[in-house]
T-cell receptor, first 114, second 113 residues
Framework: AQSVTQPDIHITVSEGASLELRCNYS??????LFWYVQSPGQGLQLLLK??????LVQGIKGFEAEFKRSQSSFNLRKPSVHWSDAAEYFC????????????FGTGTRLQVTL | KAGVTQTPRYLIKTRGQQVTLSCSPI?????VSWYQQTPGQGLQFLFE???????NKGNFPGRFSGRQFSNSRSEMNVSTLELGDSALYLC????????????FGDGTRLSIL
């Protein structure tokens, strides 16, 4: 069965600093990978997705992620964090291209200090 | 374009009762999936409906059921509520085409007393 690991439960960064959130997946075939963000009391907003092609994908709000098959990783990055980026971030994998059943990691809570 | 709409946003029930949650997908989306989010178990897939048929199912007891209507709107029902059913229930819709992701609603917060 597929699984997703987000090793960092909580990360604190200063505003303006760079950010990298880690995600490792376990899946035998070609994975379909996603990053979602959740603000308190809200649903999940899609940041970016990887289905195929270029392994460096760009998303909204200045985020990007790199798919590394050899490391089974899909880490999320942002060069300069803004205070409004404070939220919980979830990495997810789907076993089909239609992505109708997602397996999520446990999430990483990002705190941004001013 | 309107997003995924879930109603109600908040619900309070007592043990043993049943509850129905509603989800209206983005216009044109035919796939609707449901997830349960709790602090202990995280985000877990419940089931997916496509063209009024359940296409995928997660590992939840039979007390959890759903249905989808011809206009793609979906309902989720939980019978004989237990304290452990307290959670945020999220609905997501998609075009169900390769490369198209799921889009989530803001969820229904269910509290069981």
């Amino acid at each position: 069965a597929q699984s997703v690991t987000q090793p960092d439960i909580h990360i604190t960064v200063s505003e303006g600093a760079s950010l990298e959130l880690r995600c490792n997946y376990s899946y035998g075939a070609t994975p379909y990978l996603f990053w979602y963000v959740q603000s308190p009391g809200q649903g999940l907003q899609l940041l970016l997705k990887y289905f195929s092609g270029d392994t460096l994908v760009q998303g909204i709000k200045g985020f990007e992620a790199e798919f590394k098959r050899s490391q089974s990783s899909f880490n999320l990055r942002k060069p300069s964090v803004h205070w409004s980026d404070a939220a919980e971030y979830f990495c997810a994998v789907a076993d089909t291209g239609t992505a109708s059943k997602l397996t999520f990691g446990t999430g990483t809570r990002l705190q941004v200090t001013l | 374009k309107a997003g995924v709409t879930q109603t109600p946003r908040y619900l309070i029930k007592t043990r043993g009762q049943q509850v129905t949650l509603s989800c209206s997908p983005i216009s044109g989306h035919r796939s609707v999936s449901w997830y349960q989010q709790t602090p202990g178990q995280g985000l877990q897939f419940l089931f997916e409906y496509f063209s009024e048929t359940q296409r995928n199912k997660g590992n939840f007891p039979g007390r959890f059921s759903g249905r989808q209507f011809s206009n793609s709107r979906s309902e989720m029902n939980v019978s004989t509520l237990e304290l452990g059913d307290s959670a945020l229930y999220l609905c997501a819709s998609s075009l169900s085409e390769v490369g198209q992701p799921q889009h989530f609603g803001d969820g229904t917060r269910l509290s069981i007393l």
